[in-house]
Nanobody, 115 residues
């Protein structure tokens, strides 16, 4: 069972930046895609960004141009660089690893953006 461990969350003011990291216990090339999702209180979990094994990226419209997902294959780590954070970005952010239609999840890291 793959283990995903997120880090880097915290409290920032609007306009600030954070870098989230996700350490993966297995070779990331064993997965079709790595991703970041988020879940705000009272809302469903939503895709923020993902990156496939070939490096192609996909972003939610709400974060495109502000967030960047990238991976370090040698270190089995996937990152989410977030800039110009806004209060509506407040959520628990989860790392995911997808193999075909099966997802594995990390425990999540809290991101809180104050106005």
């Amino acid at each position: 069972q793959v283990r995903l461990v997120e880090s880097g969350g915290g409290l920032v003011r609007a306009g600030g930046s954070l870098l989230l990291s996700c350490q993966v216990s297995e070779n990331m090339f064993d997965f079709n895609a790595m991703g970041w999702y988020r879940q705000a209180p009272g809302k469903q979990r939503e895709l923020v960004a993902d990156i496939n094994v070939g490096g192609r990226t996909n972003y939610a419209d709400s974060v495109r141009g502000r967030f960047t997902i990238f991976r370090n294959n040698a270190e089995n780590t996937v990152y989410l660089q977030m800039i110009d954070l806004q209060p509506e970005d407040t959520a628990v952010y989860f790392c995911s690893a997808r193999r075909l239609s099966s997802f594995a999840w990390g425990q999540g890291t809290q991101v809180t953006v104050s106005s």
